[in-house]
């Protein structure tokens, strides 16, 4: 519980990166319901509609990720 | 009548006792002068990246999120799954938006949204709007979590009759109310670590041994009637549940991050790097919500809806009582302790940071602002507490006297109405272009708006809208905050025109660190 001194580092952030587009990405992947509507492929006996959002989940916090340190200098 | 489950009790009062104690020696855990409001009221802002992910965490994925969210898909199928994408799509907005308010917040000592949109657009009226919708939106969220409390106690087969049933709800809240009066915000940010760590326990087994015991999961979803394996196709001329699942969740994820508690446990971190980091760290939560959501499909397949043993749960709590039942019938007892625990702990951590984020909204928007304009920090700080405790009052009264329907049909409301500030907040995060008076007339009539939609439709979340020979079925939140947003951005230039000026207290450099 010592992060107090690391967190208080100079914090420098333009307004805008051209990073954030990779937010889109998420955004786009589950907007759509036509596109994971669907039993097949299922995974392991999951239908496809479920195994696909939560692997968007994982998705999306690896785009986080990669935003974060792509505009953490 | 179920008998009491003694294993299962004695484990759920070890733990409850446990994070009691917790919670009153929380008061001296980083220590700081707690008759100040930004110390009681956000813990002194000094919460690190871990502490932030498990309070906020422990806030936003409620108690009753996971007993509402398996029941809506026990219940009604598919369309439970929302809440996946629902929370896949707040972490971009928490990234982009949280810590360039929570800088501004920290450069003026801001506590509140309302605090926020009073120095950005300086006017009182604005800032009272997005006050008054924050309290009213919260009220029944508290209540409800008082639900998930009632639920696990009635799975423990702990009943009475008259005024002895409602007792153990009774004395869980006094303690709740004593130890947020006593320790402030750090109470449940303490107590949130240990409801998260048991939830992620009894999240993963539920989702390992039940499938073991069920066959697997293809033998889960065979059990699973088809019409609720997928959402319904949409018929000609209308986008049908497609429409209303995307719109489910693009409407939520947006109004999420301005109900009051939320903004209160990000305002609590020490940087605007602890919020960014936890825009990545925090689908952790989300996974689990969605193997939270599976467990619906698993008490399908168990037949615990049909089981005699459970008919009482079941008659009490409707379908609230699938994910309680499942785990007494998979469980051995003192597992199933631990696994009530945590939803009952998990009741405590938000309903604490709901009333701590209505209290600093009364005290610093509507007391300060209109009754007393000077007060010492003392006794803003007592102020806060009292309030802290009538709010909760006003919840338990709510959930004792009038039934669970309407507690639920408010807060439905409340996400119609809490989002109707997102254009003051949320925008206003970014810029000063609109005019103060056209964002509260965006505000009044998206709500008047989207009340009126909700009453139309019997409180159901989903409002056909037609449009151009199309039905267009949706959340009625996503719905309305279109028309408040088109309202804000044409009676801007208007009011500018006629000379309205905006009285900005805030400056650029006060959004970057």
């Keep these: 519980m010592s992060e107090q001194s690391t967190n208080r580092q100079s914090e420098k952030h333009s307004v805008w990166s051209w990073w954030y587009l990779l937010f889109a990405v998420q955004f786009l992947a589950v907007l759509w319901p036509p596109f994971y509507n669907a039993v097949e492929p299922s995974l392991n006996g999951i239908p496809f509609f479920y195994w696909y959002q939560m692997f968007c989940v994982v998705i999306g916090a690896v785009l986080t990720a990669i935003v974060y340190f792509a505009t953490n200098d | ?513």
């Design chain 2, 1 to 513: 009548m179920p008998e009491v489950n003694w294993t299962a009790l004695i484990v759920f009062l070890v733990l409850f006792g446990f994070i009691t104690w917790l919670g009153f020696i929380a008061a001296h855990w980083r220590k700081g002068d707690l008759d100040q409001l930004h110390e009681w009221g956000l813990g002194g802002r000094r919460f690190g990246t871990l502490i932030t992910w498990f309070l906020v965490g422990g806030d936003l994925y409620t108690a009753y999120t996971f007993i509402a969210v398996p029941a809506l898909a026990f219940g009604a199928g598919a369309i439970a799954f929302f809440a996946v994408p629902y929370t896949i799509m707040i972490y971009p907005i928490l990234f982009l938006v949280f810590p360039r308010l929570w800088h501004v917040c920290h450069k003026h000592n801001y506590i509140t949204a309302a605090d926020f949109v009073r120095g950005r657009f300086g006017n009182r009226w604005l800032a009272l709007a997005v006050t008054i919708t924050g309290i009213v939106a919260t009220m029944p969220y508290i209540a409800l979590q008082l639900v998930g409390l009632q639920v696990v106690i009635g799975g423990l087969g702990v009943t009475g009759t008259g005024y002895a049933a409602d007792l153990p709800l009774i004395i869980a809240f006094i303690i709740l109310a004593a130890f947020t009066y006593s320790s402030g915000l750090r109470a449940p940010a303490s107590i949130a670590v240990v409801k998260d760590v048991l939830i992620y326990v009894t999240a993963f087994a539920a989702v390992i041994v039940v499938p073991i015991q069920l066959g697997g999961f293809a033998k889960i979803f065979a059990a699973v009637p088809p019409a609720k394996e997928l959402l319904a196709v949409p018929g000609a001329n209308t986008t049908g549940a497609y429409g209303v699942y995307a719109t489910l969740a693009l409407g939520s994820a947006l109004a999420l991050f301005l109900y009051p508690h939320s903004i209160t446990g990000i305002l609590s971190a020490s940087s605007g790097h602890a919020i960014r980091r936890n825009a990545a760290l925090l689908p952790g939560y989300s996974f689990m919500l969605g193997l939270l959501a599976l467990v619906g499909f698993f008490a399908i397949a168990a037949g615990v809806g049909t089981a005699p043993e459970y008919a009482d749960g079941f008659k009490l709590f409707g379908n609230n009582f699938a994910v309680p039942a499942l785990f007494l019938h998979s469980f051995p007892s003192w597992f199933v302790g631990v696994a009530f625990a945590a939803i009952g702990i998990g009741a405590l951590v938000p309903a604490a940071i709901m009333s701590i984020a209505a209290a600093n909204l009364y005290t610093r928007n509507i007391h300060r602002e209109f009754i007393n304009k000077n007060p010492t920090d003392k006794e803003e700080a007592q102020m806060a507490k009292w309030v802290s405790l009538i709010v909760k009052l006003g919840a338990l009264v709510f959930i004792l006297l009038v039934p669970t329907k309407y507690a639920i049909e408010l807060q439905l409301l409340g996400g119609i109405w809490i989002i109707q500030t997102l254009p003051s907040v949320l925008l206003g995060v970014y810029t000063r272009w609109f005019n103060d008076w056209a964002l509260l007339i965006g505000w009044a009539v998206g709500t008047a708006a989207g009340t009126a939609m909700a009453i139309s439709v019997n409180y159901a979340a989903a409002y056909p809208l037609a449009f151009a020979g199309y039905i267009l079925p949706g959340y009625s939140a996503f719905y309305t905050v279109i028309l408040n947003l088109l309202i804000a951005v044409v009676l801007t230039p208007v009011f500018k025109a006629m000379g309205g000026k905006v009285i900005d207290t805030t400056v650029a450099a006060d959004y970057l660190a």
